[in-house]
């Protein structure tokens, strides 16, 4: 996790947003390769760990522990490795994002993979996602890793997701945790440090350096902005949208190395030393009353 740029005219909301889609329509094009999606798409067999980690977590929250037959809105889907998984596991997926690069690519890995008539991919921002779906209602809405500090407003958020539940179902979200968030590596005294907001500012924190999380490829569109949502945050948009929340838990375990105090294999990432003192993901199930 790099540091942020300080700035004396931080953007609007507006142009932290633009740098934002031209930052993701290139690295949707950069996952391609490091998410080694096409040979993904190629095996039917297989399944992201995010998607399997997220239904072992969502199991006792599904009609017979299952997804099959249910309608899914995966929420900021990116390239729709996920929202394949979740297809092959049975669920009926319309994934949703904001890039237009991200949207195409999805569209052909789903056809490359055979579950186009599974998986349907559409673009749009959370506040267009209700009328980009033609007021269409689903048993579940998902959404997974790295999606909560691009929003700049958790409570638009929040109404996307009541939206597109029907009464009865349900939302899942596995993610990163915003305490991590809020730490860097210092080098110099080889610690975590808090050196980021935790707390939401109405700021966000700009980067600039240009560097992707999984490819060593520069970006050429290298600005990009987040916001420090806190986890109270989080759950008073749900509950103030209406969902009732059925579970709660935080991990000691990722997806990604997000720094250098990190060890991991096999997709899962932990703290080198006192892995008990810092969270590093968390997961939530609420659902809509019937």
């Not at 350096?209 to 806190?230: I, V």
């Not at 080198?272 to 997961?283: A, N, Q, T």
Request: net charge negative.
């Amino acid at each position: 996790m790099t540091s942020d740029v300080p700035s004396q005219t931080p953007p609007s909301v507006a142009e932290a947003l633009a740098d934002n889609l031209a930052n993701w329509d290139e690295r949707a094009r950069l996952h391609v390769a490091s998410y080694r999606a096409e040979a993904f798409a190629d095996d039917p067999e297989a399944l992201e760990l995010v998607a399997r980690t997220s239904l072992e977590l969502m199991k006792p929250h599904l009609p017979g522990g299952s997804l099959a037959g249910l309608d899914v809105a995966h929420l900021q889907c990116h390239i729709g490795t996920d929202s394949i998984s979740l297809a092959r596991m049975g669920a009926y997926v319309t994934g949703v994002d904001f890039s237009g690069e991200a949207v195409g690519i999805a569209r052909r890995l789903a056809d490359r993979a055979g579950v186009a008539d599974r998986a349907r991919f559409v673009r749009a921002s959370l506040p267009e996602a209700a009328a980009a779906l033609g007021g269409r209602l689903f048993d579940l809405v998902y959404t997974s890793v790295g999606v909560l500090t691009w929003l700049p407003d958790l409570s638009e958020w929040a109404a996307a997701i009541d939206s597109l539940l029907k009464p009865g179902g349900l939302f899942f979200i596995l993610e990163d945790h915003p305490m991590l968030f809020a730490l860097d590596w210092d080098e110099e005294r080889g610690r975590l440090v808090a050196a980021h907001p935790y707390f939401h500012q109405p700021e966000p924190t700009t980067w600039a350096d240009g560097w992707d999380y999984s490819s060593p490829e520069r970006l050429r569109n290298q600005r990009s902005h987040g916001w420090a949502h806190p986890l109270s945050e989080t759950i008073t948009v749900l509950l103030d949208a209406g969902l009732r929340v059925e579970s709660f838990k935080e991990h000691r375990t990722m997806f990604w190395e997000a720094n250098e105090a990190m060890v991991g294999a096999d997709g899962e990432w932990t703290l080198r030393d006192h892995p008990e003192r810092v969270p590093l993901m968390f997961s939530l199930a609420a659902r809509k009353p019937a």
